[in-house]
Structure formats: structure tokens, C-alpha cells
């Protein structure tokens, strides 16, 4: 969590690959928008946001929760999974093709 001055100062104490996010630029996994959404009969129903990452803009939607934590916990399993995701396809780069067509793309 980039926006905890504590976690970002850590990061340059390792000799690991680090992933980091936050509500501020020049992390790896910017969120912005952060905003409640509301059921047609007006009442809360949870909490809205964007994460950017690699060019790309992702809607993030988590019905039937509330709060900042709720977000940061969505970006942090976001960035592992998309760079876990990222590393397999470097270290399994002859499957690309399999995948490819396995998600459905012809």
C-alpha cells in the first residue's frame, strides 16, 4: 500500500521484485473514483472505482461492502493476481497460443 508512507519506505529496503498501489501517482496500481453506488430504491448498496495498471482502466464494483479497506484489500489481490498472471505467461510463454484460445479467442 503505496498511500502508508511506513509500507512505501520498505520498498526501497528489499532486494525483491515489489508491486505497489495506492490513490497516488506513480504507483503500479493507481485506484481513483472511489464512490458509494446506490440501489434503485435509493439505498446504499456498496462501493465503486477504477484501478489503472499497464494502459489499461478497470471498473472495480463490491456489492454489499463499505470503506477505504474494502478498497485497498480489492487492489492488493488485483496487483498480485495480475502480476502473478503476468509472470506465468513470461515463464510459460509457449502456452500463450493454448490460453489465448482457451479464454475463447479465435
Known amino acids: 500500500n503505496a498511500d502508508d508512507p511506513d509500507v512505501l519506505d520498505m520498498k526501497g529496503k528489499t532486494k525483491n521484485i515489489t508491486i505497489n498501489y495506492g490513490f497516488n501517482e506513480g504507483v503500479d496500481f493507481l485506484g481513483s473514483g472511489e464512490s458509494i453506488f446506490y440501489d434503485s430504491s435509493g439505498k446504499p448498496a456498496g462501493i465503486s472505482f477504477r484501478v489503472d495498471v499497464g494502459g489499461s482502466s478497470l ?3 463490491i456489492e454489499g461492502a463499505f470503506g477505504k479497506n474494502h478498497v ?20 510459460n510463454i509457449e502456452t500463450i497460443p493454448c490460453l489465448y484460445y482457451y479464454l475463447g479467442n479465435s
Open 59 to 61: 471498473p472495480v464494483v
Open 72 to 91: 485497498y484489500a480489492s487492489m492488493a489481490a488485483l496487483a498480485l493476481s495480475i502480476s502473478a498472471l503476468s509472470w506465468w505467461c513470461v515463464m
